[in-house]
Structures are given as structure tokens and as C-alpha cells.
């Protein structure tokens, strides 16, 4: 089943504006990513949270997770044109050897 | 942009052709991985490998093998492909460690015809 949901499925902002995206899961994490994916191309990594983080923050990125409600927001403070691509969340599960575990992306537009 | 390589970007081939996609890393990397991912879809894990003379299959399953003869590279090879096979095929590195992030090559669309 899937262990990373997030949502919205698809977000359309205006530049400058803050988009705010969200990832619940279902099982103990060791941690949670973010990555970002453009379109034709591979994902890159943008943040790592581990389980005993609350907030986390990356330059214009902040991240949030909330270990009791099993979930975490992603904000893009002043967003960009250029921040347009899909973002997915990867959840580590406790465990030795675990794979990470990724959920069906969000798409974000921001039009200029 | 981390330094993983995939080639070809593009594919298209018959039913029933024998194709390799190749996949190397320069970082040294113990783990590798290939996903596949349809649009505008989730990444399914196919096989992975924690080193040298070490392969596993993924969560999902695949008509694929892998081999891992050398750290820096990780081919994947259908023996026969098939029009379901059509997708985009990611390969990725990561450090040893439980849940290190995932490098990412730029992939591989399939096509089978």
C-alpha cells in the first residue's frame, strides 16, 4: 500500500505567492524527503527531515513534519517560475536495509 | 546535478527486441536502484543492489534483470520487450545508510512498439 500520500494532487500559484504541499504516511519513518522533479528529467533531491525533527529549513524551502499525525508540509516561500515541476515526498521506514518509499507527486505551476 | 549517467534518453524498439539500459555512477556509491515511472506518476521500485555482486528485486514486479559487476555501473536488461514495458526508467545512487538521498540519473523513456 501506498506509504507516502501527498497532496493537493495539483497546485497552479502566481509567482511570488507561497505554495504549501503535503505528505501523510501510514507507518515509523526513520525520515522524510522532498524532491523535485522537472519535467523529462530525474528527481533531485531537495531536503531531508529526520524522525526527530520538527522544522527544517533550506534557503526559500521549509520543511515541517508532525510524527504524530504521521505527515509533513513542504512551503516554497516567493515562488518562482522556474520552481514549475512535480514534488514528491520519500518516506525511510525504521528498519535496517529499508528502501525509500515514494508517493504519486504533486504538480506545481507558477505562472509568471 | 550529481554525477549518474543514463543512457540511451530515448528508446524506441520492436516487440520482442533484447535491450540493456545502461546506468554509471562516478561518486562511488555502494547502493543503486532503478525505478520505473509512468506519467505523472509514483516511482515504483523494480530491482536494487548494495554493492558489488549484489542484486534484489523491488516492490514491483519486473520482467527485468540487473547485473552489478562493477560499483560504478548497473545495467538493466530485457530479454524480450513487450509493448506493457513502455516507460520511463530511473536509475539512482545513494550512500550506504539507512534512508541517504537518492541521486538520480536523468532516465530513460522506453518505447515498444
Known amino acids: 500500500s501506498q506509504q507516502g500520500e501527498e497532496d493537493p494532487q495539483a497546485l497552479s500559484i502566481q509567482e511570488g505567492e507561497n505554495a504549501t504541499m503535503n505528505c501523510s504516511y501510514k507507518?515509523?519513518?526513520?525520515?522524510l524527503q522532498w524532491y523535485r522533479q522537472n519535467s523529462g528529467r530525474g528527481l533531485v533531491h531537495l531536503i531531508l527531515?529526520?524522525?526527530?525533527?520538527r522544522e527544517k529549513h533550506s534557503g526559500r524551502l521549509r520543511v515541517t513534519l508532525d510524527t504524530s499525525k504521521k505527515s509533513s508540509s513542504l512551503l516554497i516561500t516567493a515562488s518562482r517560475a522556474a520552481d514549475t515541476a512535480s514534488y514528491f515526498c520519500?518516506?525511510?521506514?525504521?528498519?535496517?536495509?529499508?528502501?525509500?518509499?515514494f508517493g504519486k507527486g504533486i504538480t506545481l505551476s507558477v505562472r509568471p | 546535478e550529481a554525477d549518474i549517467y543514463q543512457t540511451p534518453r530515448y528508446l524506441v524498439i520492436g516487440t520482442g527486441k533484447k535491450i540493456t539500459l545502461e546506468c554509471s555512477q562516478t561518486m562511488g556509491h555502494d547502493k543503486m536502484y532503478w525505478y520505473q515511472q509512468d506519467p505523472g506518476m509514483e516511482l515504483h521500485l523494480i530491482h536494487y543492489s548494495y554493492g558489488v555482486n549484489s542484486t534484489e528485486k523491488g516492490d514491483l514486479s519486473s520482467e527485468s534483470t540487473v547485473s552489478r559487476i562493477r560499483t560504478e555501473h548497473f545495467p538493466l536488461t530485457l530479454e524480450s520487450a513487450r509493448p506493457s514495458h513502455t516507460s520511463q526508467y530511473l536509475c539512482?545512487?545513494?550512500?550506504?545508510?539507512?534512508?541517504?538521498?537518492?541521486?538520480f540519473g536523468n532516465g530513460t523513456r522506453l518505447t515498444v512498439t
Open positions: 507507518t515509523s519513518i526513520n525520515n
Open positions: 527531515i529526520r524522525s526527530n525533527e
Open positions: 539512482a545512487s545513494s550512500l550506504t545508510g539507512v534512508g541517504s538521498p537518492l541521486h
Open positions: 520519500a518516506t525511510s521506514r525504521t528498519g535496517a536495509n529499508s528502501k525509500l518509499t
